[in-house]
């Protein structure tokens, strides 16, 4: 975004997009601790990012690979023992 017509936001009085914009933010997300935990999994990374709650997103981790595993005896592609 580098103009006020390209901005998604409205300006109260007295401020305009030069005054609130920040070039220098960067956010920081500690990405690699959450891959790991989940496995890389992209429903388990999306619920951390949104809720900020990794043991939410792990429950995620959990019903992807239930479904998964669910999905796998349906098929009859998992070998049984």
Excluded at 4 to 30: H, K, V
Excluded at 38 to 61: M, S
């Amino acid at each position: 975004m580098d103009s006020e017509s390209n901005s998604l936001f409205e300006y109260f009085a007295g401020e305009t997009f030069q005054s609130e914009r920040d070039i220098s933010f960067s956010p920081e997300f500690d990405v690699n601790d959450t891959e790991l935990q989940c496995r890389k999994d992209f429903f388990c990374i999306y619920d951390a990012a949104v809720t900020g709650n990794i043991g939410f997103a792990l429950q995620t981790l959990n019903s992807v690979q239930e479904i998964a595993r669910a999905q796998e005896l349906s098929s009859g592609k998992l070998n049984q023992y």
